[in-house]
């Protein structure tokens, strides 16, 4: 039995049919396959518990894993990706987060993926380092202007693009993911942020 107790509520689930692949991909064959992997806290987090209780789809576990072995029949492996801590650490690091109100819009944004838990604090469990250490200092940043002045080379217009932008991974990491919250009383507006005046005036004739 693994000695690793993991709460698993706070990672998002994997629809229906991806569920049932995947467990049809680890020999998942019979209820009892899964009940062992409950108890020996090996099954993925991404699969609830109990799928008769979880998916309105499930109609008998038979028909469960028949429709897993077509799924991946047709679509293979599915993605099911959660991070290790180390994994999520470098991400945070990447995107330049510096405060638990960022980390949860960036959460929110999906700039983690699909399967990152909401509750890294229970999830991760003895990994957590605490909150200080896993995100970025501020001094980790350039100063406002010159952010402003390099965000201003990469032709972006609205913060939906910007946001798109860091997602993407293009964003260099010594500027913040959210501007507006670490250059608190510095920030005007993304319209600042993004475009050269010079710019602006050129592009409204």
Not at 8 to 18: A, M, N, Q
Not at 52 to 66: H, L, N, T
Not at 132 to 138: E, K
Not at 149 to 172: C, D, H, I, Q
Request: aromatic letters at 14%.
């Amino acid at each position: 039995m693994s000695d690793k107790k993991v709460n698993t509520r706070s990672v998002p689930k994997l629809p229906y049919h991806e569920a049932a692949s995947l467990l049809y991909s680890m020999g998942v064959r019979k209820i009892k396959d899964l009940q062992a992997l409950n108890k020996n806290a090996e099954r993925p987090p991404e699969i609830p518990q109990r799928p008769g209780e979880y998916y309105s789809e499930y109609s008998g576990w038979k028909q469960f894993i028949e429709d897993g072995r077509r799924y991946f029949e047709e679509h293979g492996m599915p993605a099911n990706e959660v991070p290790s801590y180390t994994q999520l650490k470098g991400t945070i690091r990447k995107l330049g987060i510096r405060t638990q109100t960022e980390f949860k819009s960036a959460l929110k944004a999906g700039m983690f993926g699909q399967h990152v838990p909401s509750n890294i604090e229970v999830f991760y469990g003895e990994e957590f380092e605490g909150w200080d250490t896993l995100l970025c200092s501020h001094s980790n940043f350039m100063p406002f202007e010159e952010a402003r002045e390099m965000a201003r080379t990469f032709g972006l217009k609205t913060s939906y693009e910007w946001v798109k932008f860091s997602r993407e991974g293009n964003r260099p990491n010594n500027i913040p993911a959210w501007p507006q919250r670490v250059y608190e009383g510095e920030f005007i507006s993304w319209d600042d942020f993004l475009i050269d005046p010079r710019d602006k005036e050129y592009l409204d004739k």
